[in-house]
């Protein structure tokens, strides 16, 4: 198994109290309209499948966010 | 700085100005009908000392402006320690326990208290905009204090029609309109103004919600 350094973070391993027969996944969260597609690699990058399909939390635009965002609600405290 | 030292020969948005009217008009109710003799209606005409340009520098020019009324400011700001400190901290945001004074804060249910804290930073006082102090601005005395701290209220917006209003690029440091300028913000109280209005003029959330 040869990993790169950047990659170590990113891989699961199936598995546990096994030395031999060791398996390695990456998954990459693919951010797509308003969902997030978690999807499953090797650690050569060969794809395997999906895994998971959520909606991206983050989905609203900048402009959307302000939008929602509101203000202080003071002005009864400031009125002469 | 709030102030530009040399101020350009042309108009800005934000820019302090004199020289122009304002006038409110005044309806009782909508004029629906037009076989009325009496429409009942009133306009009431006043010449602000200073008013402030609206109208976005790209936009300035065909012989209109948009203008508001530089007013004094409200007395109750000197209420709050974070106003009192420095008044144009009204227009950026502000985390919750900043917007109302020590008192004010220290009555709300700790719920409520909760609820804004968890809200994070934000406008208030979303219709305001404050004017530093200068030696070009009157001075005047509010609650024990001697001030020459002005704004202007987003809600208070008119338009004025002068032939004289030209685009920058044509106008002249001798032009009356050039001379009406008493005062330049610096680009970065320029950029304040700029997104505090555009957030006073956003979509509304509800609208935004409804369109997804």
């Known amino acids: 198994m040869c990993l790169d350094l950047d990659d170590y973070d990113k891989i699961e391993y199936d598995g546990t109290g096994s030395h031999d027969n060791l398996c390695t996944y990456k998954f990459i969260i693919y951010p797509f309209d308003k969902y997030e597609i978690k999807i499953k690699l090797t650690s050569n990058n060969e794809f395997i499948g999906i895994t998971e399909v959520k909606i991206n939390k983050n989905f609203l635009s900048y402009r959307e966010k302000q939008a929602l965002k509101g203000h202080h609600d003071v002005e009864e405290f400031y009125k002469e | ?212």
Request: charged share 30%; hydrophobic share 35%; aromatic share 12%.
């Open chain 2, 1 to 212: 700085m709030f102030y530009e030292k040399e101020m350009e020969p042309t108009l800005r948005f934000g820019d302090v100005v004199r020289g122009y009217i304002s006038a409110d008009i005044i309806i009782k109710q909508p004029i629906l009908f037009h076989e009325k003799d009496d429409y009942n209606y009133k306009i009431e005409i006043e010449l602000p000392r200073y008013s402030v340009v609206l109208t976005p520098c790209c936009s300035i020019g065909d012989s209109v402006i948009a203008l508001a009324p530089l007013v004094r400011i409200l007395g109750d700001f000197f209420n709050n320690p974070y106003f009192e400190k420095d008044l144009t901290n009204i227009n950026r945001e502000m985390e919750p326990q900043q917007a109302l004074s020590p008192e004010n804060w220290s009555k709300l249910q700790k719920q409520e208290q909760n609820r804004r804290l968890s809200e994070g930073k934000r406008y208030a006082l979303l219709n305001y905009f404050i004017y530093m102090q200068n030696d070009n601005l009157e001075k005047y005395a509010l609650k024990g204090h001697e001030v020459q701290y002005y704004m202007i209220n987003f809600k208070d917006i008119r338009r004025i029609k002068c032939p004289l209003i030209q685009r920058p690029e044509k106008m002249r440091r001798e032009d009356a309109i050039i001379q009406s300028k008493a005062l330049q913000l610096t680009i970065t109280a320029r950029s304040e103004l700029r997104d505090k209005i555009a957030y006073f003029f956003r979509e509304p959330a509800e609208d935004k919600l409804l369109e997804d």
